[in-house]
T-cell receptor, first 110, second 115 residues
Framework: KAGVTQTPRYLIKTRGQQVTLSCSPISGHRSVSWYQQTPGQGLQFLFEYFSETQRNKGNFPGRFSGRQFSNSRSEMNVSTLELGDSALYLC?????????FGSGTRLTVV | GDSVTQMEGPVTLSEEAFLTINCTYTATGYPSLFWYVQYPGEGLQLLLKATKADDKGSNKGFEATYRKETTSFHLEKGSVQVSDSAVYFCALSDGRGSTLGRLYFGRGTQLTVWP
């Protein structure tokens, strides 16, 4: 059974650009959540989707957005990138057994 | 709001030593509790979980008991190995069963085990 797949693994962007990250959950999982991991702030919740609907949102500015498609795949977008957006972005899919995380996308903003 | 506080690291142990990483939580309801492990360059792997008071989660020799009276979920292992070197995160979820919830994480504890 394939795990949670995140693409790309690594990304380098320039300040002011925008970026889109992708997450494919485990087959059959309809819930996807996104987290940002930085050395300074630790792991912080971004958003949560279930059946294409955003169910929960963390305390991030409007530059951070996401969506979920009918096949449960999810994307998150960050517009007008800032240096502080450099982080590991983790996606998790959920079934009753618990949350399973992907390996993450390492975003570096220069 | 909900939150998790865990022991600051780093923790350095010799192989076969006993490990304890303390974790306490604050929650308004009845959360589920988790320990996750992160190896260098990887995402988070679920180590163990407990969904109600007095439940004991266990996996790969690690154990943690959900203590409602002390709002704690301390991670223990009787004999650590070099391969246990990683960052450990305590977390709680405000979701239930098939309903959804966000995870609140502690800051993580870096464990290094020397041979």
């Amino acid at each position: 059974k394939a795990g949670v797949t995140q693409t790309p693994r690594y990304l380098i962007k320039t300040r002011g650009q925008q970026v889109t990250l992708s997450c494919s959950p485990i087959s059959g999982h309809r819930s996807v959540s996104w987290y940002q991991q930085t050395p300074g702030q630790g792991l912080q919740f971004l958003f949560e989707y279930f059946s294409e609907t955003q169910r929960n949102k963390g305390n991030f500015p409007g530059r951070f957005s996401g969506r979920q498609f009918s096949n449960s795949r999810s994307e998150m977008n960050v517009s007008t990138l800032e240096l502080g957006d450099s982080a590991l972005y983790l996606c998790a899919s959920y079934l009753q057994s618990g949350y399973t995380f992907g390996s993450g996308t390492r975003l570096t903003v220069v | 709001g909900d939150s998790v506080t865990q022991m600051e690291g780093p923790v350095t142990l010799s192989e076969e030593a006993f490990l304890t990483i303390n974790c306490t939580y604050t929650a308004t309801g009845y959360p589920s509790l988790f320990w996750y492990v992160q190896y260098p360059g990887e995402g988070l792997q679920l180590l163990l979980k407990a969904t109600k008071a007095d439940d004991k989660g266990s996996n790969k020799g690690f154990e943690a008991t959900y203590r409602k009276e002390t709002t704690s979920f301390h991670l223990e292992k009787g004999s650590v190995q070099v391969s246990d070197s990683a960052v450990y995160f305590c977390a709680l979820s405000d979701g239930r069963g098939s309903t959804l919830g966000r995870l609140y994480f502690g800051r993580g504890t870096q464990l290094t085990v020397w041979p």
